[in-house]
């Protein structure tokens, strides 16, 4: 069982980037999905999250209407399209999973909820 994130790197301000997240040994059909960043010095943070069944997407207030949070059964993948980059989301980007969805949709963007990491990418925002 695995997540790999993929799609970082550095990015001039308003550009943009498009991470991946992946899973191999399981499939993430039945999984609610979140995006979490970790800043250097900072607490990490989530930031987007669909359920399991695509229906819903969740953004945190820093990256709504930038950010958006797709699945493609298919592929058996998790995809964050961020656009209109700022310096302020540099930081470590991770995708975690967690079967079925949370009962209460206030928690969908904590960390606590998501039992799978993936071991996260490096987004850098710099001119």
């Known amino acids: 069982v695995q997540l790999v994130e993929s799609g970082g790197g550095l990015v001039q301000p308003g550009g943009s980037l498009r991470l991946a997240c992946a899973a191999s040994?399981?499939?993430?059909?039945?999984?609610?999905v979140g995006w979490f960043r970790q800043a250097a010095g900072k607490e990490r943070e989530g930031i987007s999250a669909i359920s399991s069944s695509s229906e819903h997407t969740y953004y945190a207030d820093s990256v709504k209407g930038r950010f958006t949070i797709s699945r493609d059964f298919t592929k058996n993948s998790v995809y964050l399209q961020m656009t209109g980059l700022k310096p302020e989301d540099t930081g470590v980007y991770y995708c975690?999973?967690?079967?079925?969805?949370?009962?209460?949709?206030?928690?969908?963007?904590?960390?606590?909820?998501?039992?799978?990491w993936g071991q996260g990418t490096q987004v850098t925002v710099s001119s």
């Open positions: 975690a999973v967690e079967r079925g969805d949370p009962a209460n949709k206030e928690l969908v963007l904590m960390d606590y909820v998501y039992g799978w």
């Open positions: 040994g399981f499939t993430l059909d039945y999984y609610a």
